[in-house]
Structure formats: structure tokens, C-alpha cells
């Protein structure tokens, strides 16, 4: 039978990104979105044969049911990638709500585990599969006032390792990728709001600019294919070489 991709918070940035690079490997991708209607219309744009479902992924019974649709309607699920997150609260950890802290957690980090769950046993049926957790430079590093997201990303690192090596001798491959900074829409939003500084990270990073989103899903099609068979329970990171950087931002050349 022909593979099958799932990708949460496949409608836009990474994830649609992810979901048109694998198609070109994978004969049936699944875009998963919180909004259902922008989900069922990448996988339209993706042409025949893939389908747009519109979940929440901290809803246990929400992911089962889709889970169980793919199943009905393919049989068989080879590939998940954990996309789906939100940005956190950025502010002082003193002045952070609880309720918004929660919630980053929430989405990112339970949602991930929910998904996965849910997709795993299937795998494990067969013996079979490849996951790809998102994770971020936020959960190697400090970064001030970021606790909700760092710790979301932190917890996800730490989930990767203990799920690769509970599976790895049942055929099921889990790995993460730690993105950098990555033009997406979002990023677009938040520079013209004056929230960040592009011009400031792309001179904090080694090779002086922001991913563009089809690069980690480069990275992630990677890991998700045969060429990685003997990988799991390992972080990409995919930054540029903003965490390999141990001198100021002067010793760079420009």
C-alpha cells in the first residue's frame, strides 16, 4: 500500500512547508490544522488523493477520531510530524500568567504526546514508522522572557528521547529538530508590530539571516526518510549556527 503523511499545523509556515516537500516522497499526505477549512484546502491544492482535517490536538477525543479517520481511509499511517504549537507570552517571568503558561504547554507539548500516542500504536502494529517532533533553539538555550515556549520545547526534546528509546527495537524511528529563526508569516506579523528585530537576530546568526521554512522541511524530510534509518532519538538543529556561536557578534565577518 501506498505511505502515508501526517503533519499538525500543516496550513501554513513549517508545517505546509513539511506537507509539500513529503508529497513529493509520500503518495498520500494528511494536513492537519486547527482550522479545518484552511487544511481541506492545502490538501486540495496538493491535487487528489490527500486530505485536510481540522483538529485540535490537545483534544484526546478529537485526535483519536482523526486518527481513526486516516485509518479508514488509508489503512495505514508512516510518517508524523508534531508541527502544531503556538508562540508563548513573551514578557518578564514576574508579570507572566499561569493560564498562558499552561496553555503553551498545552498545545506544544501535550498535543505532540496526544498525537503521538494516538499514531503510535499503529505503527508499532507494523513495525514501521518515522516521527518528527518540532522542537526549537528555545529549548537548548536561555532566552529571556520566553519560560512558557523554552520549556514547551525543553519537554519536547526530553519526550523525543524517552519514546525513541521505548520503540527503537520495534521498528518506530522518533526524532526532533530544533529550527532557529525561520521567516513564516507569523515572524512577518511580528516584525511589522515592532515585537522583534529581524536586523538583530540576522546579525546575531552565523550566516546572517532567518531560514526560510522550506529549508527545515528539508531537514524534516530527511529524517523522516530511509536515508535516516539508523537515526532516532536525535535533535537536527537547523539555526544557521546561532547555537554553535561562543564569541560577541563583532568576531563575525560580515
Not at 488523493?49 to 486516516?70: E, I, P
Not at 522550506?214 to 537536527?236: D, N, R
Given at each position: 500500500?501506498?505511505?502515508?503523511?501526517?503533519?499538525?499545523?500543516?496550513?501554513?509556515?513549517?508545517?505546509?512547508?513539511?506537507?509539500?516537500?513529503?508529497?513529493?516522497?509520500?503518495?498520500?499526505?494528511?494536513?492537519?490544522?486547527?482550522?479545518?477549512?484552511?487544511?481541506?484546502?492545502?490538501?486540495?491544492?496538493?491535487?487528489?488523493?490527500?486530505?485536510?482535517?481540522?483538529?485540535?490536538?490537545?483534544?484526546?477525543?478529537?485526535?483519536?477520531?482523526?486518527?481513526?479517520?486516516?485509518?479508514?481511509?488509508?489503512?495505514?499511517?508512516?510518517?508524523?510530524?508534531?508541527?502544531?504549537?503556538?508562540?508563548?507570552?513573551?514578557?518578564?517571568?514576574?508579570?507572566?500568567?499561569?493560564?498562558?503558561?499552561?496553555?503553551?504547554?498545552?498545545?506544544?507539548?501535550?498535543?505532540?504526546?496526544?498525537?503521538?500516542?494516538?499514531?503510535?500504536?499503529?505503527?508499532?502494529?507494523?513495525?514501521?514508522?518515522?516521527?518528527?517532533?518540532?522542537?526549537?533553539?528555545?529549548?537548548?538555550?536561555?532566552?529571556?522572557?520566553?519560560?512558557?515556549?523554552?520549556?514547551?520545547?525543553?519537554?519536547?526534546?526530553?519526550?523525543?528521547?524517552?519514546?525513541?528509546?521505548?520503540?527503537?527495537?520495534?521498528?518506530?524511528?522518533?526524532?526532533?529538530?530544533?529550527?532557529?529563526?525561520?521567516?513564516?508569516?507569523?515572524?512577518?506579523?511580528?516584525?511589522?508590530?515592532?515585537?522583534?528585530?529581524?536586523?538583530?537576530?540576522?546579525?546575531?546568526?552565523?550566516?546572517?539571516?532567518?531560514?526560510?521554512?522550506?529549508?527545515?522541511a528539508e531537514a524534516i524530510a530527511f529524517l523522516t526518510s530511509?536515508?535516516?534509518?539508523?537515526?532516532?532519538?536525535?535533535?537536527?538543529?537547523?539555526?544557521?549556527?546561532?547555537?554553535?556561536?561562543?564569541?560577541?557578534?563583532?568576531?563575525?565577518?560580515?
Amino acid at each position: 500500500m501506498s505511505a502515508v503523511a501526517l503533519v499538525t499545523g500543516g496550513a501554513q509556515g513549517i508545517g505546509w512547508a513539511t506537507a509539500r516537500r513529503l508529497v513529493r516522497d509520500i503518495a498520500h499526505m494528511v494536513v492537519i490544522d486547527l482550522d479545518g477549512a484552511a487544511a481541506e484546502a492545502r490538501a486540495e491544492e496538493l491535487g487528489s488523493g490527500h486530505l485536510g482535517v481540522g483538529a485540535d490536538v490537545t483534544d484526546a477525543a478529537q485526535v483519536r477520531a482523526l486518527v481513526g479517520r486516516v485509518m479508514a481511509d488509508f489503512g495505514r499511517i508512516d510518517v508524523l510530524v508534531n508541527n502544531a504549537g503556538i508562540a508563548d507570552q513573551p514578557g518578564e517571568t514576574l508579570v507572566q500568567s499561569g493560564e498562558a503558561f499552561e496553555r503553551v504547554l498545552r498545545v506544544n507539548l501535550c498535543g505532540t504526546f496526544l498525537v503521538t500516542q494516538a499514531v503510535a500504536g499503529e505503527m508499532l502494529a507494523r513495525r514501521q514508522g518515522a516521527i518528527v517532533n518540532l522542537s526549537s533553539i528555545a529549548g537548548l538555550g536561555g532566552i529571556p522572557t520566553r519560560n512558557a515556549y523554552s520549556a514547551a520545547k525543553a519537554g519536547i526534546l526530553g519526550m523525543t528521547r524517552s519514546m525513541a528509546c521505548e520503540w527503537a527495537r520495534q521498528g518506530v524511528r522518533v526524532n526532533a529538530i530544533a529550527p532557529g529563526y525561520v521567516r513564516t508569516s507569523l515572524v512577518e506579523e511580528l516584525e511589522e508590530r515592532g515585537t522583534i528585530d529581524t536586523a538583530a537576530l540576522e546579525a546575531r546568526i552565523p550566516m546572517g539571516r532567518l531560514a526560510d521554512p522550506t529549508e527545515i522541511a528539508e531537514a524534516i524530510a530527511f529524517l523522516t526518510s530511509p536515508q535516516a534509518s539508523f537515526i532516532t532519538g536525535s535533535v537536527l538543529v537547523a539555526d544557521g549556527g546561532w547555537s554553535a556561536l561562543g564569541a560577541p557578534e563583532v568576531s563575525l565577518q560580515p
